[in-house]
């Protein structure tokens, strides 16, 4: 767009170039065409200059804008330059954490697998000591055999002898009544409150840590003789006493998990409900109004149910299930006599564990009767969040091969028998945090002592510990004991 100024210009320039004609004409006595022509040629001599001045000028501002443009790229490029500079030193610092990360990754992965191996090596070891001693036990006289693998002799002896005493002493008392007099020792117990819950410990493996405990039921009479869940469940059944018994049961577990919860958040209870329990709908609400009034205990609270009653589950069974899960409560399934699962079917019905006996694990004839090899079954189970639990273990031979199976829990006998509640019992972590001295003592007059956890209690009582500390040892402590001898 042309400026103003350049417009008054031009009008200026041909003025003087009229003017001077003008004047020519009139002073000069020139003629009009050679006063016109005088005109024409300043003003084009003006009409140069000027644009000849104004190029010059133009010409200047341009050198001083480039020579701005110059500087400003110079500064760019020395703060691009910059930019690449620390970037190159970020991306060093990068490369060098990753490098050294996965060096420490690579060297940790190294130890741990370098554990598996040694803790492997141990528990072979620990197997092969425990056959050696098993064959000496047979080789020797009974009467010369030492003390010290009198308690190692079979697998089952693992356990130690009160857990010996205390499981042959109510089955032969309980076989030498009729039907008729346990019918009437369970009433009585129900009436008296004399039911006594026994925990027996699930521990992780090959850690050995214990994650769960199972509550087992036993009943009293009047003159304190144990009767075994095996001899009275199946009276009640046919009585309709059971539904009173689990949810007496019920109470008992729930108490136990909330003084056990003071000390470890992350304990479970085991709880076992009967098929009868859960097919009457007067029994079950009873045990549903209680549950719905402790659900916040729902996820570490498991009700454990039999395969076949899960096999033989009707409307009315299946509804009840439903309404435990929509209260959140999980369950687990024992008593299991074949490997013949659909983990997806039981997943949708709420189970999160199944207890397999480690025999029916490491039989191999269950390879061929199977839909699934028993050492795949575990990672089937995983996919639909159900855990594995291996039971009914005696021996570390069987613990070394259930550790190939990836069976990442553990119960039985080898670890702990199932223990009586102390007087103020459910305040306690079990075996698990027992000291030597409790290990000691406490083992071998657990038994003998009162294993009620009713409300008699004495005010002056102040026991804490909840389960007899387990008189067993296991991994370098059982290796140690059993090398060094009685001395």
């Given at each position: 767009m042309i400026r103003i100024s350049t417009i008054f210009v031009a009008i200026c320039m041909v003025l003087v170039a009229a003017s001077l004609g003008l004047v020519l004409f009139s002073v000069a006595a020139l003629s009009m065409s050679e006063s016109a022509i005088v005109a024409l040629t300043a003003l084009t001599f003006m009409i140069l200059y000027n644009a000849v001045s104004m190029r010059l000028r133009d010409r200047n501002d341009v050198g001083g804008q480039i020579a701005d443009l110059s500087r400003g790229t110079a500064d760019l490029a020395r703060q691009v330059a910059e930019f690449g500079r620390r970037l190159a030193a970020v991306e060093g610092r990068v490369v060098s954490a990753n490098s050294t990360h996965a060096d420490r990754v690579q060297t940790v992965a190294g130890e741990i697998a370098e554990l598996g191996v040694l803790v492997q090596?141990?528990?072979?070891?620990?197997?092969?000591?425990?056959?050696?001693?098993?064959?000496?036990?047979?080789?020797?006289?009974?009467?010369?055999?030492?003390?010290?693998?009198?308690?190692?002799?079979?697998?089952?002896?693992?356990?130690?002898?009160?857990?010996?005493?205390?499981?042959?002493?109510?089955?032969?008392?309980?076989?030498?009544?009729?039907?008729?007099?346990?019918?009437?020792?369970?009433?009585?117990?129900?009436?008296?409150?004399?039911?006594?819950?026994?925990?027996q410990p699930m521990v992780t493996l090959p850690q050995r840590k214990v994650r769960f405990y199972e509550a087992v039921t036993r009943l009293r009479d009047d003159k304190d003789e144990i009767i075994t869940a095996d001899h009275f469940v199946g009276i009640a059944e046919a009585a309709g006493l059971i539904g009173r018994i689990d949810h007496m049961v019920m109470l008992r577990c729930v108490q136990v998990l909330r003084r056990l919860m003071v000390r470890n958040k992350d304990v479970g209870v085991f709880c076992n409900v009967a098929a009868a329990t859960l097919g009457n709908p007067a029994t079950f609400a009873q045990c549903l109004d209680f549950?719905?009034?402790?659900?916040?205990?729902?996820?570490?609270?498991?009700?454990?149910?039999?395969?076949?009653?899960?096999?033989?589950?009707?409307?009315?069974?299946?509804?009840?299930?439903?309404?435990?899960?929509?209260?959140?409560?999980?369950?687990?399934?024992?008593?299991?006599?074949?490997?013949?699962?659909?983990?997806?079917?039981?997943?949708?019905?709420?189970?999160?564990?199944?207890?397999?006996?480690?025999?029916?694990?490491?039989?191999?004839?269950?390879?061929?009767?199977?839909?699934?090899?028993?050492?795949?079954?575990?990672?089937?189970?995983?996919?639909?969040?159900?855990?594995?639990?291996?039971?009914r273990i005696e021996g570390e031979r069987a613990v070394v091969n259930l550790l190939d199976f990836d069976v990442r829990f553990g119960q039985g006998f080898l670890f702990a028998p199932p223990r009586p509640l102390r007087p103020e019992g459910a305040s306690a972590t079990g075996g698990a945090s027992a000291n030597k001295a409790q290990e000691s003592n406490g083992a071998s007059n657990g038994f003998s002592n009162g294993a009620s956890t009713g409300p008699s209690n004495g005010p002056g009582k102040t026991e804490s510990p909840a389960v007899e500390p387990p008189r067993t040892a296991t991994g370098n402590a059982a290796l140690a004991r059993r090398i060094g001898g009685p001395g």
């Open positions: 090596q141990l528990a072979v070891s620990v197997a092969s000591h425990d056959d050696l001693l098993a064959a000496g036990a047979r080789a020797t006289p009974s009467g010369s055999e030492p003390d010290y693998r009198k308690s190692f002799t079979t697998d089952a002896s693992d356990a130690g002898p009160a857990a010996v005493s205390t499981a042959a002493a109510p089955d032969a008392l309980a076989d030498d009544r009729s039907n008729a007099q346990i019918l009437a020792a369970v009433k009585n117990a129900i009436e008296a409150n004399r039911l006594d819950i026994y925990l549950l719905e009034a402790n659900r916040a205990l729902a996820p570490s609270f498991v009700l454990e149910f039999k395969q076949a009653t899960f096999r033989a589950l009707g409307p009315t069974e299946t509804e009840h299930l439903a309404a435990l899960v929509q209260r959140g409560y999980r369950f687990s399934i024992d008593h299991v006599t074949d490997l013949r699962i659909e983990p997806r079917e039981l997943a949708d019905r709420g189970v999160r564990f199944i207890k397999v006996p480690a025999a029916l694990l490491l039989d191999p004839r269950q390879s061929s009767t199977s839909d699934i090899h028993p050492s795949d079954l575990s990672d089937l189970l995983g996919r639909f969040g159900i855990d594995l639990i291996a039971e």
